[in-house]
């Protein structure tokens, strides 16, 4: 715990950070490669901290989506292949240059601004063409449609051989979505091949993320993208743990008659005379204002509901009859040390949203700090 103690404060394990990919790269297919995604910052657990660890473990290949990720990963002296994970503004692609950032490409704007940079000795690496393939609608061509061959047959002359990559993304791992998903992706990848001088062995062809990884379901890919299993999101029966706690401190204990209403707006109004504590975490910190009906687990052991208004820096637990509490007690509001920790599932639903948002949202809200045990 750094001198200037914080009131709140995430905790990143390391050691699980390293396990769950150790255990990601064990699901990989023999002959398939992998592609750490540490996007969002590493999903708000601080890219810097986790480049190291994938290095470690032989990783080529990391994901990316904003440059001032791709520079923190060269910066901390990651060589292999940084791949951005969507379309790029204009801007960014000048931006990235230094920092050879691998480019998604699926319009002939993007395809002659890399051809002429690249003529220029600016851009080195490789280019990934994004295809649609019925996914996301997102940024990926589709080629489908007459137009959309046409667009692809102008980026295969434009960029010839710099082709290093053929990719999509599933929107869903459902069994026959997926399966669907994937054929299409393929049929469309041999559209390409014979439709350019392309070869097949110098092109890495790659769709799947963690949920296509854990899936039951065999798709062809050449490599996986996975972001969400390396901090312990999914499968927690295989092993994989959560990678990031979020604990505040309890800095006010007091007792309020029946009839107090608590918080903004008076909501809520104690039917019977209450202990509270004042736990110093609130919206600033990632507390959703939403989250009113969660609890959160006072010094390791006492599940207390969470009522009233979060306030900005403030939130307000039912402790009553928590024998021993004391101001300056630990509260977990995820994960945590305790007998019963908030697990992903439990905080998801608290929160209403996944895991990932929950992560990348806390990570940069609060202080963090590392630890390897
Ligand atoms: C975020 C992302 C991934 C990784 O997804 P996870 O579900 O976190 O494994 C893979 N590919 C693309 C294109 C992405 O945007």
């Known amino acids: ?17 390293s396990r769950n990919l150790e255990l990601a790269l064990d699901l990989v297919p023999t002959g398939r ?3 750490a995604v540490l996007k969002a910052d590493a999903y708000g657990h601080g890219i810097q901290q986790v480049v190291p660890l994938v290095q470690e473990q032989g990783v080529t290949c990391i994901g990316i989506t904003s440059n001032s990720e791709a520079r923190a990963v060269r910066q901390a002296g990651f060589n292999g292949a940084v791949v951005r994970l969507r379309a790029a503004a204009p801007q960014e692609i000048e931006g990235a240059l230094e920092d050879r950032v691998e480019e998604q490409v ?3 704007r993007a395809a002659q601004q890399i051809r002429a940079s690249a003529k220029a000795g600016r851009y080195k690496a490789s280019v990934h063409l994004s295809l649609n393939a019925a996914g996301m609608s997102r940024d990926g061509l589709e080629v489908s449609t007459e137009a959309g061959k046409e667009t692809c047959r102008e980026i295969l002359d434009c960029l010839g051989d710099r082709i290093g990559g053929i990719c999509t993304h599933f929107p869903s791992n459902d069994r026959p979505e997926l399966q669907q998903s994937s054929r299409l992706f393929q049929q469309q990848v041999s559209w390409v091949f014979e439709n350019s001088n392309l070869k097949r062995s110098d092109v890495v062809v790659h769709a799947g993320s963690s949920l296509t990884l854990i899936s039951e379901t065999a798709i062809e890919t050449d490599m996986y ?4 299993i390396l901090y312990g999101i999914l499968k927690p029966e295989l092993g994989f743990r959560s990678t990031m706690d979020l604990e505040a401190r309890v800095v006010s204990l007091q007792d309020y008659p029946e009839g107090s209403t608590v918080g903004y707006d008076r909501e809520h109004r104690l039917n019977r005379a209450r202990r509270l504590a004042c736990i110093a975490i609130g919206y600033e910190n990632g507390f959703r204002r939403l989250s009113r009906n969660g609890s959160v687990v006072v010094g390791g052991r006492f599940l207390a509901p969470v009522i009233g208004k979060i306030s900005m820096n403030a939130i307000v637990a039912d402790v009553t009859g928590a024998d021993g509490i004391q101001v300056g007690d630990t509260v977990s509001v995820f994960g945590g040390r305790g007998a019963a920790p908030i697990r992903p599932l ?3 639903s608290q929160f209403r949203t996944i895991m990932a948002d929950l992560y990348t949202d806390w990570g940069r809200r609060n202080y963090r700090y590392y630890i390897n045990q």
Do not use: L, N, Q
Not at 225 to 228: E, I, S, V
């Open 225 to 228: 993208r996975c972001g969400a």
């Open 33 to 35: 490669r992998f592609c």
């Open 346 to 348: 439990m905080a998801e």
């Open 106 to 108: 699926a319009s002939r």
């Open 1 to 17: 715990m750094p001198d200037i103690c914080p009131a709140s404060w995430c905790t990143v394990h390391r050691d699980r950070i």
